[in-house]
């Protein structure tokens, strides 16, 4: 069976419902009680099996690392529930690099050299940098002063190995090396190149310098100078648009988004696995051009 967006969300029956997950997120101060970073999974404090209930005070947030080390035994529940209770991203007198608060009236999104503002319309705005075939890659929403990230990354054979959703590590198919080093989150395939990179410049500004985005047989390598589509060589720098809420867009959306730039058909890729793993290889490369 193709995995599909669609089935990853069927298979979660472990589903948070929205208004909870809001309100876990601003009870531990957007991200993970122990550490602070903000990318995280909803952890029950009550084994799941047992309680099988959503309940906002049951749940906290813990990043990958110490999810892992919780489900190995390595973090004591307790442990986990004192920083519950005192989240690490909420405690007085802490730097907080990690805090990636959201202050104005606009938005700017920068994405290899191209710029695209929009009006903050309150809880829920989104943007979106790019977007193929009426599925956005990446995507940002405005949420209680805080930007929370969308982005699924597709391997060359379509299916979807990342999928982080509002800011939750929703869905991966392998482990991955996520660190937010200051305001610079990078997200790397283990022990291998960087596949995206943003850069938050809060309050209000997100700076997206490097990523590989593939889509039914579309590829796109972000770079801090421009962003290539490799299909047809095709380059794009330099462009700034305001009261837009997206950025490059390629091929059909039922919901149409306005963007920096439109494109509605380019020839596509459908190569065999040999031919992708080798393509994937030369691509890693070209993002670092
Ligand atoms: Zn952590």
Redesign the pocket.
Known sequence: MEVTLETIEQCNSRNIPLPIQREVRQRCGF???????PL?EYEHMEEWAEVQRHVSDEITL??????REKTGGLLPKEVVSLANENP?NLKEGVSKPYNLHFAGSTVTIEIGSNTFTCQDQGYGTAMVPISVDGTPLIGLILADEHLLLNLVIFDEFNSPVLHIKNNQLYYSTESWDIQLVGTTLTVREAHRKILIEIKFCPPNKVIINRGRFLRNGVEILVRPKNILITNNSFLISGNSVTNCFGGLIIGHHDKPIGGFMAIGSIPRYMGDRKEALKFEKESLNRIDE
Do not use: A, P
């Open positions: 991200g993970c009680v122990i550490c602070g970073i995280y813990l990043c990958d690392q110490h999810h690490h």
